[in-house]
């Protein structure tokens, strides 16, 4: 079965980094793209960024744009997600999922137990 596994959350100081990983396992990854959502405490999911398995395409929502970067690794099967210049209200719970190439979270099938992001001021 598909199974996502983030790691790599935790308490920083806002204009800190922190860097995200989601391993992947179960399906052919190539034919799909993997996104990073967020949720926040009394908010919606919502989207973060998207990259394609296939030729690497990336997609940012505009929250993030310029701070953040997706990356995969193909041969490990894992994506990541740098944050830098972090801020007070990038705070969340990051959850990773694989599906289509989209900002939509019901375009994604699988999703992973999401990793806890604290930026303090």
């Known amino acids: 079965q598909v199974q996502l596994v983030e790691s790599g959350g935790g308490l920083v100081q806002a204009g800190g980094s922190l860097r995200l990983s989601c391993a992947a396992s179960?399906?052919?990854?190539?034919?799909?793209?993997m996104g990073w959502f967020r949720q926040a405490p009394g908010k919606e999911r919502e989207f973060v960024a998207a990259?394609?398995?296939?030729?690497?395409?990336?997609y940012y929502a505009d929250a993030v744009k310029g701070r953040f970067t997706i990356s995969r690794d193909n041969a490990k099967n894992t994506v990541y997600l740098q944050m830098n210049s972090l801020k007070p209200e990038d705070t969340a719970v990051y959850y990773c999922?694989?599906?289509?190439?989209?900002?939509?979270?019901?375009?994604?099938?699988?999703w992973g137990q999401g990793t806890q992001v604290t930026v303090s001021s």
């Open positions: 999922a694989t599906g289509d190439y989209s900002d939509y979270a019901q375009d994604y099938d699988y």
């Open positions: 179960g399906r052919t990854f190539s034919n799909y793209a």
């Open positions: 990259i394609r398995w296939s030729g690497g395409s990336t």
